[in-house]
Structures are given as structure tokens and as C-alpha cells.
């Protein structure tokens, strides 16, 4: 049974491959706003849109241009 579910386990450059990401070239952005310890926070994103791959995330206090 080890041998079963290790064989099914990819390699080191199979790993690379599957986790390499795959950009499109287009960014969307979006914030979803959540209440902590009784406060607001927001979490903005940055993705690529064809793939929904996160390019990056960020906890702020208030969405605007700056955060």
C-alpha cells in the first residue's frame, strides 16, 4: 500500500511545474471587508483573472489607492 500512494506522489520537477504559476498578463484587484476583535479590516488581493492564481494579498485598515 506505501508503495501504491508514493508512486502517486510527484517528483521534485513535477513539483515545479505544478506549482510554477501561469500568468495570463492581466491583474484584477478586490478587497472583502471582515470584522476583528470588533473592528473592520479589509483584505485586498491582486489575481490574475484567467487562472485565479493570487499574485498578492494585504491586510489594511481602509481600501484606498495607497494600500
Known amino acids: ?4 500512494v508514493s508512486d502517486t506522489i510527484p517528483s ?6 505544478l506549482l ?3 500568468r495570463s498578463g492581466y ?3 478586490d478587497g472583502v471587508w471582515f ?3 470588533g473592528e473592520q479590516i479589509v483584505l485586498l488581493i ?3 483573472p484567467e487562472t485565479f492564481d ?3 494579498a494585504v491586510w489594511a ?3 484606498t489607492e495607497k494600500t
Open 20 to 22: 510554477y504559476p501561469k
Open 12 to 17: 521534485l520537477d513535477g513539483l515545479d511545474y
Open 46 to 48: 491582486a489575481f490574475d
Open 27 to 29: 491583474l484584477a484587484f
Open 61 to 63: 485598515e481602509d481600501e
Open 1 to 4: 500500500m506505501i508503495e501504491a
Open 35 to 37: 470584522t476583528f476583535k
Open 54 to 56: 493570487v499574485v498578492g
